[in-house]
């Protein structure tokens, strides 16, 4: 099991972001996919997630109606579109299986800035 994840970047106060995630080694369409993240000194929290087809989604309050989670089940690939950044948003975030939240990847790091 292995997740990239890439699209992260330093970006001001309001700008957006549009992090992907590319899922190998299991069977991609079996699984719920979430998006987390782990801020410095914090745990890591769930910030959204996805159903296998794509039609039900869930968001962490601090993120509703500013992020939005898709998946492409063609290319095993999880996109999360961040809009209205906030200096709080700043963490690296990391993808995974909702059920099975591990293998973790690198993440990628996203930084909100002035």
């Known amino acids: 099991v292995q997740f990239v994840e890439s699209g992260g970047g330093l970006v001001q106060p309001g700008g957006s972001l549009r992090l992907s995630c590319a899922a190998s080694?299991?069977?991609?369409?079996?699984?719920?996919m979430s998006w987390y993240r782990q801020a410095p000194g914090k745990e890591r929290e769930k910030v959204a997630g996805?159903?296998?087809?794509?039609?039900?989604?869930h968001y962490a309050d601090f993120v509703k109606g500013r992020f939005a989670i898709s998946r492409d089940n063609a290319k095993n690939m999880v996109y999360l579109q961040m809009n209205t950044l906030k200096t709080e948003d700043t963490a690296v975030y990391y993808c995974?299986?909702?059920?099975?939240?591990?293998?973790w990847g690198q993440g990628t790091q996203v930084t909100v800035s002035s």
């Open positions: 995974s299986r909702t059920s099975i939240p591990g293998s």
């Open positions: 080694g299991f069977i991609f369409t079996s699984y719920d």
């Open positions: 996805i159903s296998t087809r794509g039609g039900n989604t």
